[in-house]
């Protein structure tokens, strides 16, 4: 009698042990969000190079990788580029959308626009900025926000902060700065 009670015993704590951890885990995953505020130094002539930017790294990317997938964006004057189909490798895309930054929770699964040629641009000029022509002041235009999806897709939400211009001699500048805020998804969930 002893051994039926220890073997039903043992069973019973065994066949509770397996019903307990074959429970579904519906912890929600771990979401890993970057967060950086940084500035880029763009050059003012349309004769010259962009600069690209990488936000994996957050980091300006050499020229000399144009043709890779490490830059995601570009940007010369107030012309913004994309490391996809026309300019790069990666399947970088833009979506410029109005609504205050820190209420864009999640990037859309659609609607991505890309560089398809060297004259239509994903971001147009204008439609990110207000220009003074009395004072030539770039102003980012209140309540926009940047969604990027990466070249090697990733998600990101970028705010433009202020464009200034560097300080210079002479007549004509040389740089303008842009200083920016984003918010980089490194675990490549859509949730910001």
């Known amino acids: 009698m002893k051994k039926t009670i220890l073997a039903t015993a043992v069973l019973g704590t065994a066949l509770l042990f397996t019903v307990s951890s074959c429970k579904k885990d519906t912890a929600t995953p771990q979401v890993t969000i970057i967060e950086k505020t940084d500035s880029v130094k763009v050059n003012f002539s349309s004769a010259t190079a962009y600069t690209f930017f990488s936000f994996k790294n957050d980091a300006i990317v050499a020229n000399s990788d144009s043709a890779t997938t490490k830059w995601d964006f570009g940007l010369r004057f107030t012309t913004f580029i994309l490391n996809s189909h026309t300019y790069g490798p990666g399947n970088a895309g833009a979506i410029l959308q109005t609504g205050i930054y820190s209420n864009v929770t999640a990037a859309p699964d659609a609607g991505y626009a890309y560089d398809t040629t060297a004259s239509q641009k994903a971001i147009k000029d ?22 990027f999806r990466t ?38 969930s859509k949730s910001f």
């Open 126 to 147: 204008g439609s990110w900025y207000d220009y003074n022509p009395t004072t030539h002041a770039f102003s980012p235009k209140a309540g926009q926000t940047f969604i």
């Open 151 to 188: 070249a090697d897709n990733y998600y990101v939400k970028m705010e433009l902060l202020a464009v200034d211009y560097e300080a210079f001699t002479g007549p004509v500048p040389q740089r303008l700065i842009y200083r920016f805020r984003y918010t980089y998804q490194s675990n490549n």
